[in-house]
C-alpha cells in the first residue's frame, strides 16, 4: 500500500502562513491525484485542494480559494499545501490522502494539527 506522511502543521497567529507537506513512499505507481482534507472538532472532514500528478492540475474549495496553494514535485512523490492568510477557522488537522481511479481516495496520512490563534 501507500504509506503517507504529513508535516509542518503548528500554531500560527491570524494572517500568518504555513506549508504542509505530504511525502509519499510505497506503491504510489497508480495514484492519480492527491487531495488535502480537514477535521475540525465537532465537524465533518471536508476537502480542501487537489492536485493531479500529470499535469498538475488543481481543484479549490471556495474557503480556500485565493489563500492556499497546492502544488507538487513528482520527483520527490510530495505534495505541498501553502497556507496564507490564514484564519482561526482554517483550526483543524489536515490529512493528505491519494486518489486512484476508480477507488477514490484510498490512501490516508495520519494528519497534521494547524491550530490558528486570534
Known amino acids: 500500500q501507500v504509506q503517507l506522511a504529513e508535516s509542518g502543521g503548528g500554531l500560527v497567529q491570524a494572517g500568518g502562513s504555513l506549508r504542509l507537506s505530504c511525502a509519499a513512499s510505497?506503491?504510489?505507481?497508480?495514484?492519480?491525484?492527491v487531495g488535502w482534507f480537514r477535521q475540525a472538532p465537532g465537524k465533518e472532514r471536508e476537502f480542501v485542494a487537489a492536485v493531479t500528478w500529470s499535469d498538475g492540475s488543481t481543484t479549490y474549495a471556495d474557503s480556500a480559494k485565493g489563500r492556499f496553494t497546492i502544488s507538487r514535485d513528482n520527483a520527490k512523490n510530495t505534495v505541498y499545501l501553502q497556507m496564507n492568510s490564514l484564519k482561526p477557522e482554517d483550526t483543524a488537522v489536515y490529512y493528505c490522502?491519494?486518489?486512484?481511479?476508480?477507488?477514490?481516495?484510498?490512501?490516508w496520512g495520519q494528519g497534521t494539527q494547524v491550530t490558528v490563534s486570534s
Open positions: 510505497g506503491s504510489t505507481f497508480s495514484s492519480y491525484s
Open positions: 490522502a491519494h486518489h486512484r481511479l476508480g477507488r477514490g481516495y484510498a490512501y
